[in-house]
C-alpha cells in the first residue's frame, strides 16, 4: 500500500519539535547565504547567479538519466535572463525549455501555481513531444498508469506506482489549492510539496523535475528573492541514491513524513554549505579574469580559457585544443604558444604524444 492509497491522505503529520530545530538553523544559514551575496559587486553577484541556475538546470535532469550540454544550458539561461555572457551557441529547444521551466518558477516565484502553468513547464520540457524515441503525453495530465521501475527488461524491479489516472484531476486540484493556501513555513512547504507532488506523478514524465521547480518556487518564495545562489538538484544529485530510497521509503510507510522532512532540510542544508565553496571559485576566477584585462586574446583562448577554470576533464592538448575550437591543429598550437609566451599556460611534464598543458596559476 502506497500512502496515497491511506485514509488521511494527504494529512501529513510528523515530529514539530524535531523538525522546528533543523529548521531553525536552516533559515540561519540562508539568510547568511543571502546576505552575503548581496553584500558583493553586481558583477560577481550574477555570475554566482549564472553558475548556479546553470546547475540546478543540469543536474536535476542528471537525477533523471539525462545529460545535457553544460555550456548550452549556460549560454541558454544568459541568453534569457539578458546577461552578457549570453549566445554565442547554438539555440536548442529541447535545452531552452528546460530553462524556460526554471525561470519562470524563481524568476516569478510569487505567481499563483495553476494547471495551466504546471501544463506549460511540462510542455517545456518536452517542446517536441518526445523524450529520447518515447513518445510523451504533453498538454495534459497523464490519461493512463505510471510506474518508476529499475533494472533491465524481465528483471524490472517496480519502486512506485502513482494513482489512477481518474484520481490525477481531483488530486491536483486539492494539492495546488494547498500551495496556493497553506500558511505553513515556506522551506518546510518545499519539502512538503516535492513528496506530494511526486507521489501523484501527474504527468506522463518529468515528474522529478517539475517537482523539483515546484520547491525551488517556494524556496525563492521564502527568501523573498528571485536570485538563486544554490542548487538543491545539485546536492540531490551528489546524494542521489539516499534520495530515491526516502522517496521510496516514504510513499511505502504512513501519513508520519518526519524522516522525509528531516532529510530533505539537511540535504538543503548541504546545498546552501556548498555553494559557499562555489562562491569562493567565482571570486578566484574574477581575480583570474581581472589578472588579464590588459592581455590581448583571441575568442579560441578565451572558449579553452574558461573550460579550464571550470573543472576541465583530463588534460589539454593541442588535439582537445582543436576539436573544441573546430580548428586546425597548427592553428591550435599557435594558440597554446601565444599563451605559454603571456605566461598563462604551461606545457606538463609529459612529453611527445603525451604532451599536455595547465594553467600556470590553478584556481
Known amino acids: 500500500m502506497y500512502i496515497y492509497q491511506l485514509k488521511d491522505w494527504p494529512n501529513f503529520i510528523w515530529d514539530a519539535d524535531l523538525i522546528e530545530k533543523i529548521l531553525s538553523d536552516l533559515r ?23 553558475q548556479t541556475l546553470t546547475q540546478e538546470v543540469v543536474k536535476s535532469s542528471e537525477i533523471e538519466g539525462e545529460l ?21 551557441h547554438k539555440i536548442d529547444r529541447n535545452i531552452d525549455g528546460v530553462v524556460e521551466m526554471m525561470l519562470d518558477a524563481t524568476q516569478h516565484f510569487d505567481e499563483p501555481l495553476t494547471k495551466k502553468r504546471l501544463i506549460q513547464w511540462h510542455s517545456s520540457l518536452f517542446p517536441m513531444g518526445r523524450k529520447s524515441f518515447s513518445k510523451v503525453q504533453v498538454g495534459q495530465w497523464r490519461t493512463g498508469p505510471v510506474e518508476v521501475i529499475s533494472g533491465h527488461r524481465g528483471k524490472e524491479k ?40 511526486v507521489t501523484i506523478h501527474p504527468f ?64 538543503l542544508k548541504r546545498a546552501i554549505e556548498h555553494s559557499k565553496i562555489s562562491l569562493e571559485l567565482i571570486l578566484k576566477k574574477t581575480k583570474f579574469w581581472e ?8 575568442e579560441r583562448q578565451r572558449k579553452v580559457i574558461t573550460l579550464l577554470l571550470d573543472h576541465f576533464e583530463g588534460n589539454l592538448t593541442s588535439t582537445k585544443w582543436a576539436k573544441i575550437n573546430r580548428c586546425s591543429q597548427d592553428t591550435a598550437y599557435r594558440d597554446i604558444l601565444d599563451l605559454m609566451d603571456k605566461k598563462i599556460l604551461i606545457r606538463n611534464s609529459s612529453s611527445g604524444r603525451s604532451t599536455s598543458y595547465s594553467l600556470k596559476i590553478p584556481l
Not at 540561519?28 to 549564472?50: K, T, V
Not at 539578458?82 to 549566445?87: I, L, N, T
Request: with cysteine; charged share 25%.
Open 291 to 298: 589578472s588579464l584585462k590588459d592581455v590581448k586574446l583571441n
Open 28 to 50: 540561519y544559514e540562508q539568510g547568511c547565504l543571502i546576505g552575503g551575496m548581496e553584500s558583493i559587486g553586481f558583477q560577481l553577484r550574477e555570475e554566482a547567479i549564472l
Open 158 to 197: 517496480i519502486h512506485f506506482e502513482g494513482p489512477q489516472a481518474d484520481q490525477v484531476t481531483r488530486e491536483m486540484k486539492v494539492f495546488i489549492n494547498w500551495v496556493n493556501k497553506s500558511k505553513l513555513d515556506l522551506v518546510l512547504k518545499a519539502a512538503v510539496g516535492h513528496l506530494w507532488f
Open 68 to 88: 545535457l550540454d553544460q555550456t548550452l544550458v549556460r549560454s541558454s539561461v544568459a541568453r534569457q535572463l539578458g546577461m552578457e555572457y549570453a549566445a554565442v
Open 204 to 267: 506522463d514524465d518529468g515528474n522529478g523535475r517539475i517537482a523539483r521547480a515546484i520547491a525551488d518556487m517556494l524556496l525563492a518564495r521564502s527568501e523573498k528573492v528571485s536570485s538563486r545562489f544554490y542548487s538543491l538538484s545539485a546536492q540531490i544529485q551528489a546524494e542521489r541514491k539516499d534520495y530515491y530510497s526516502i522517496l521510496e521509503k516514504t510513499q511505502k510507510g504512513n501519513l508520519d513524513i518526519t524522516d522525509w522532512l528531516k532529510w530533505f532540510l539537511e540535504c
